[in-house]
């Protein structure tokens, strides 16, 4: 049996055209969509029928090192949508040794990262959204 490969640093994030880097430890992507597919209704005889869901927003969630440049640039994003309602921009996830694609055509920074200062370097966790969040979601090469 083939040994699969994954490497967190072959895992590209792009908004806006930026490339985010820096990522902090642990989790450093969460994508998930708002709301399930098909939702069921089962009537009091036992019957059920599932309703379709048309609803593709959904949310990224990045963990990002406070010393990460990309802080910059998703304050950037914010300040932009705040002042002038320009900061929607595109998204763009993929696993360069995989297959699993993110897209949004329009994605936005709910708000700033919280910002906690330590001892130690702490993370700022960034959480976009977009109203349309297209995915694929894949497995790896096999080395």
């Known amino acids: 049996m083939a040994v699969q490969q994954y490497d967190p640093k072959n895992v590209s994030v792009i908004v806006g ?7 902090g430890d642990g989790t450093l ?20 029928t ?3 869901s048309n609803n593709k927003s959904g949310k990224v ?3 990002l090192m406070q010393s990460s440049a990309s802080n910059d640039d998703l ?11 320009t900061g929607a921009v595109p998204l763009l996830i993929r696993d360069n040794l995989g297959t699993t694609l993110v897209t949004a055509l329009t994605a ?11 001892k130690e370097v702490s993370v700022r966790t960034w959480v976009l959204e977009s109203d349309e969040l297209n ?4 497995g790896n090469q096999t080395a």
């Open 61 to 63: 969630t990045v963990t």
């Open 135 to 138: 995915m694929f979601v894949g």
């Open 17 to 23: 055209g930026k490339i985010l880097s820096g990522f």
């Open 75 to 85: 304050s950037a994003f914010t300040i932009s949508d705040e002042q002038s309602n």
């Open 29 to 48: 992507i969460l994508v998930e969509r708002n709301e399930q597919m098909w939702n069921l209704k089962v009537g009091v005889d036992g019957e059920g």
């Open 108 to 118: 936005w920074v709910q708000k700033f990262a919280n910002v906690e200062d330590a």
């Open 50 to 52: 599932r309703a379709k």
